[in-house]
Each structure stands twice: as structure tokens, then as C-alpha cells.
């Protein structure tokens, strides 16, 4: 699992770096949504971090672009970042804006900087 350099982090979430630690080690986390880059040709996925646990998820290719604590939360999170694409690049690509400004994924323990939504 990889994370975004500016990772979109949801209000409530106290403590990113703890999060992404246990979501890296298959740690169960019951508050915890992830907002990932779509395998498919779709934008964006918000998945439950319990449904990571699966065998059908290919975690180890998987970009974290947001970490939120309700699904509500990682709603508002992604309309958000639609918003500012748009407002941009006049364009809704968010998958290639993400791409395009993520950077080089936070694969490692290098810790990236924080975007908080407010």
C-alpha cells in the first residue's frame, strides 16, 4: 500500500501517521474509510479499511489519496478535491490531477504532508 505525499485527511482523524502505520501492518481499524485511486477506469474508491483485509483487494499496488473516519466524511473529502480539480484544471480528471500532483508515493516511513480539509 502506498500514500500520496499530500495525503487528504479527514477532520476527525487524530492521528495519520498511526492510521497508515496499522492500515500498512493489516491492522483492524472499525472507523477508518480509505479514498484510493480506482483500479478500474473509474476515479476514486472509498473502501472500509475492514474490507482490506479481503484477498480480493491488491493492496500492495493500491494509491491511498485520503484517509477519513466516516463514509460521510470521505464523501465530503472527495467532492472537495472535485471541486478544486475543476476549479484548476476546468477539467474533472481527478485521477490524472492526482497523478499528475501526488508526486512519488509515500511508500516508505518518510512521513508526507498533511492536507487537511477545512
Same mark, same amino acid.
Given at each position: 500500500?502506498?500514500?500520496?505525499?499530500?495525503?487528504?485527511?479527514? @477532520? =476527525?482523524?487524530?492521528? *495519520? @501517521?498511526?492510521? %497508515?502505520?496499522?492500515?500498512?501492518?493489516? $491492522?483492524? &481499524?472499525? +472507523?477508518?474509510?480509505?479514498? $484510493?485511486?480506482? $483500479?478500474? +477506469?473509474?476515479?476514486?474508491?472509498?473502501?472500509?479499511?475492514?474490507?482490506? %483485509?479481503? /484477498?480480493?483487494?491488491? =493492496?500492495?499496488?493500491?494509491?491511498?489519496?485520503?484517509?477519513?473516519?466516516?463514509? &460521510?466524511? $470521505?464523501?465530503?473529502?472527495?467532492?472537495?478535491?472535485? &471541486?478544486?480539480?475543476? /476549479?484548476?484544471? !476546468?477539467?474533472?480528471?481527478?485521477? !490524472?490531477?492526482?497523478?499528475?500532483?501526488?508526486?512519488? *508515493?509515500? !511508500? !516508505? *516511513? &518518510?512521513?508526507?504532508?498533511?492536507? /487537511?480539509?477545512?
Amino acid at each position: 500500500m502506498k500514500f500520496c505525499r499530500d495525503l487528504y485527511v479527514g @477532520e =476527525t482523524i487524530r492521528n *495519520p @501517521e498511526k492510521v %497508515k502505520w496499522k492500515l500498512r501492518h493489516n $491492522a483492524g &481499524q472499525f +472507523s477508518v474509510y480509505v479514498i $484510493a485511486l480506482a $483500479a478500474s +477506469s473509474d476515479q476514486l474508491e472509498i473502501i472500509h479499511s475492514g474490507y482490506l %483485509k479481503q /484477498r480480493c483487494f491488491d =493492496t500492495e499496488h493500491m494509491l491511498v489519496v485520503g484517509l477519513a473516519s466516516s463514509r &460521510q466524511e $470521505a464523501v465530503e473529502i472527495v467532492i472537495g478535491l472535485a &471541486q478544486k480539480v475543476v /476549479r484548476e484544471t !476546468g477539467d474533472a480528471d481527478i485521477k !490524472g490531477y492526482i497523478l499528475n500532483s501526488c508526486g512519488k *508515493p509515500d !511508500g !516508505g *516511513p &518518510q512521513h508526507g504532508q498533511m492536507l /487537511r480539509r477545512g
